[in-house]
């Protein structure tokens, strides 16, 4: 079964609002978790990684203030987009990993469309 | 220079043979993990095998096997008795220092009935 929880896999909003994807991991304390997005056919793009307690740090070109990202627990991420655009439409998928780093598992991913 | 780097970006295999995706990487960390994840059109990232780079034996899990060549680092992936399933993007990935994870560009599969 998944040790990496995500959702929701799908949603579609208007433009301007905000939406929240959680990410959670089931069978291990995950130290550090990692945001992705992924345009089709392409490899996956690192946006931020978050360790519990504290906060994210973002890549470069990662709007901070647009994509919120909360890691309250050691099982528990959000992603937050702000004011969501259609170019903010992708595929987000989160990763978690435990403390020595030979685990890193996925959630499942959420396609977000933005109208 | 490329963290990692797949050369494939689309191979094809016949049913029931086997297949090998290459991978090299680039790192000077003497402590450091490599990874390969199997991605089919659904999205998400199914973890396959993973080898850390202290370890004497190569990795292997069922029909998955990695061929780890530290002195050349590279770490292919071999699918034996590939089947229609198989068909997908392939990641490899390494980890480095505590955790910091890098992905190549992937590789396209086909198994070819």
């Known amino acids: 079964g998944a040790v990496v929880s995500q959702h929701p896999s799908r949603v ?3 433009s301007g609002t905000s939406v929240k994807i959680e990410c959670r991991s089931l069978d291990f304390q995950a130290t550090t978790m990692f945001w992705y997005r992924q345009f089709p056919k392409q490899s996956l793009m690192l946006m931020a990684t978050s360790n519990e307690g504290s906060k994210a740090t973002y890549e470069q070109g ?3 203030d647009k994509f919120l990202i909360n890691h309250a627990s050691l099982t528990l991420s959000t992603l937050t987009v702000t004011s969501a655009h259609p170019e903010d439409s992708s595929f987000y998928i989160c990763s978690a990993s435990n403390r020595f780093g030979e685990k890193l598992f996925f959630g499942s991913g959420t396609q977000l469309s933005v109208l | 220079a490329q963290k990692i780097t797949q050369t494939q970006p689309g191979m094809f295999v016949q049913e029931k043979e086997a297949v090998t995706l290459d991978c090299t990487y680039d790192t000077s960390d003497p402590s450091y993990g490599l990874f390969w994840y ?3 059109s659904s999205g998400e990232m199914i973890f396959l095998i993973y080898q850390g780079s ?3 034996q190569n990795a ?5 096997s990695l061929n780890f060549q530290k002195a050349r680092k590279s770490a292919n992936l071999v699918i034996s008795a590939s089947q229609l399933g198989d068909s997908a993007m392939y990641f490899c990935a390494m980890r480095e220092g505590g955790n910091q994870f890098y ?3 992937g590789t396209s599969l086909t198994v070819i009935p």
């Open chain 1, 12 to 14: 579609i909003c208007k």
């Open chain 1, 62 to 64: 990662v709007e901070k």
């Open chain 2, 38 to 40: 199997k991605q089919p």
């Open chain 2, 60 to 64: 292997t899990e069922g029909r998955y």
């Open chain 2, 103 to 105: 992905f190549g560009t």
């Open chain 2, 54 to 56: 202290y370890d004497q």
